[in-house]
């Protein structure tokens, strides 16, 4: 029982819990709430995996930004109030039980055949890094790099246009 | 470090749990939130195999899936609000205008 495996324990614990609560919470806020609570525990595993600039961009971007931008959609449409109506009446068992199944499939593959993996040795210092990672970027990965960014101007005019209102045209 | 095959279980369990999310829940954002929890559990399967393999290739892989994704949740998000403004409801039972 190592430290380390004291710590991914619950660490994982933590994550899976959140992530059920986000699943079964009948009001949405406390979803987006459970969903913050599951990112920035995965962040931590990030940062006991020598990824520190990713777990720090995973805290900004996804529980900083996105779900700030979910609860203010949620609060925006008053979502919070979940109104029931008729469902199709088997469609939450079969739901469940492919679920189940895609589990014990990734389960299996994962611990009974996995193949081969390098054995964990240290890593190397200055891995995971800022500036490891910007070396990377803007020598192999530039193209994506320049890519990604015309698709946030992209996401950005579409959103604008999508959320635009139609006003009646007024004489000028 | 712990055996890999843990860390994968964990990214499976997740994957598992977002996808029934996306299977059980009505609730448009409550299907948007799940779908953002399936691309973390795939970032956490990248990061697993880079501290594994010791390259960096998977650590920027993950950079590209976090801008992907804050850029599909603007948009899948304008779009909700969008159809909240003329259906009054974002219950995905209710969105068959296209159908027969």
């Known amino acids: 029982m190592t430290p380390d495996l004291i710590l991914f324990i619950l660490l994982a614990v933590v994550a899976v819990i959140s992530a059920l609560g986000m699943l079964l919470s009948k009001n949405a806020v406390y979803s987006a709430l459970n969903l913050i609570l599951n990112f920035c525990t ?5 940062l006991v995996l ?37 469902t ?11 679920g189940i199944v895609l589990a014990a499939l990734a389960v299996y593959t994962i611990f009974f055949r996995p193949g081969t993996f390098p054995e964990p040795s240290a890593l190397a210092t200055g891995f995971g890094s800022p500036e490891s990672i910007g070396l990377k970027l803007f020598n192999e990965y530039l193209l994506p790099f320049e890519v990604v960014s015309i698709l946030l101007l992209v996401a950005m005019v579409g959103v ?3 959320t635009r209102r139609k006003t009646p045209k007024s004489s000028r | 470090m712990v055996p890999i095959q843990y860390l994968l279980g964990l990214s499976a369990v997740l994957f598992t749990i977002g996808a029934m999310g996306v299977l059980i829940r009505r609730n448009a954002i409550i299907i948007f939130m799940s779908i ?37 949740v603007a948009v899948g998000l304008g779009l909700i609000v969008a159809i909240f403004r003329s259906k009054k409801s974002i219950d995905v039972d209710q969105m068959n205008v296209l159908g027969g």
């Open chain 1, 42 to 46: 995965v962040a931590v595993i990030y």
């Open chain 2, 36 to 72: 953002e929890l399936m691309l973390n559990a795939g970032n956490l399967a990248f990061i697993t195999y880079a501290r594994s393999h010791q390259s960096m290739d998977g650590q920027i892989f993950v950079f590209f899936v976090m801008a992907v994704a804050a850029a599909e």
């Open chain 1, 88 to 98: 199709l009446p088997w469609q939450q068992p079969l739901a469940v039980f492919s």
């Open chain 1, 50 to 86: 020598g990824a520190p600039f990713i777990a720090l961009a995973q805290i900004t971007v996804y529980a900083g930004a996105i779900m700030v931008l979910f609860l203010f959609v949620i609060m925006l449409l008053g979502a919070e109030r979940l109104n029931t109506g008729e």
């Open chain 1, 160 to 162: 604008i246009v999508l």
